[in-house]
């Protein structure tokens, strides 16, 4: 029983070190590329899972991390901050997946959320395709096959929720921190925030009350919040718009990214409709 149990631990550290290491700065990038490499990366984050990342440092620990990957992979658009710095004096081979990535601005500054778009996620899903298949060539086809089923899926996402969304007049949701940005550029929706593009402080009473006029005035039955920001303010806004909270995910630090984009866009449906 012992020796069983001892060879198990020794294969799966096998199996383990087979795999391409490749570290990510937070749980978004580590759900695009399990997509693409699945079996044949091991995935590692920067910003541990549950941690707000708009507001994150990375420790010597995460710099040791880094020297032991074969591939770093980060959004960038000012998603983390801290990249360049971290970066200096590394040979490791990098990709910035927002690449390419038509931009929008939101308040005066570039809207970090590329991935939150489905079309835009593609474009992202394209670059770390490229990078895994550059340093990995031998596993191309299994990298290439793994791109195209991601990108059909979400394409067949975008379809069924473009044609729902063009079926009704009503485009205005209300949600916790203005994430949403190329979503709603796909689906010709607007959003309405109660924080900003890099999620900063609480609002003032003043803004809360105007978002509460807002809710009413525009017959807002549902106000989003994440799971990780700003649950609270959400609450009293919804309290006294009288209307309900439901959860929607950045995917900043948890969710499962095709699930979970499906799942937002049925809720927003829901609420709009
Ligand atoms: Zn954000």
Redesign the pocket.
């Known amino acids: 029983m012992v020796g069983c149990g001892k060879e198990n631990v020794k294969s799966e550290a096998q199996n383990k070190s087979d795999k391409l290491k490749v570290l990510v700065s937070f749980h978004a990038m580590e759900e695009l590329v399990e997509l693409i490499g699945d079996d044949k990366v091991d995935v590692e984050v920067v910003i541990p899972e549950g941690t707000e990342?708009?507001d994150f440092e990375p420790t010597t620990k995460d710099i040791k991390e880094l020297s032991k990957s074969k591939l770093f992979v980060y959004n960038g658009l000012g998603m983390e901050h801290w990249v360049e710095n971290f970066l200096k004096n590394s040979k490791v081979e990098v990709v910035e997946a927002s690449t390419n990535v038509n931009t929008i601005k939101n308040d005066g500054v570039t809207d970090p959320?590329t991935w939150l778009g489905l079309k835009d996620a593609i474009v992202e899903l394209e670059n770390i395709k490229n990078a895994l298949i550059k340093i990995d060539s031998k596993n191309s086809d299994y990298y290439e096959k793994n791109y195209e089923n991601a990108k059909q899926e979400l394409e067949s996402v975008y379809d069924e929720y473009k044609t729902k969304f063009d079926s009704i007049e009503n485009k205005k949701f209300v949600t916790g921190?203005k994430?949403f940005g190329y979503l709603c550029r796909e689906f010709g929706l607007d959003q309405v925030a109660i924080q900003g593009v890099f999620?900063e402080g609480e609002p003032s009473p003043a803004k809360l009350a105007e978002l509460v006029t807002y809710c009413k005035d525009n017959n807002i039955k549902t106000v989003f919040a994440e799971e990780m920001g700003s649950t609270k303010v959400a609450e009293t806004l919804a309290r006294e718009a009288g209307a309900k909270v439901e959860t929607i995910e950045?995917f900043?630090g948890e969710g499962d990214y095709i699930d979970g984009m499906r799942e937002n866009l049925e809720k927003i449906y829901k609420a709009l409709k």
Do not use: G, Q, R
């Open positions: 990342a708009h959320h921190h994430a999620a950045t900043e």
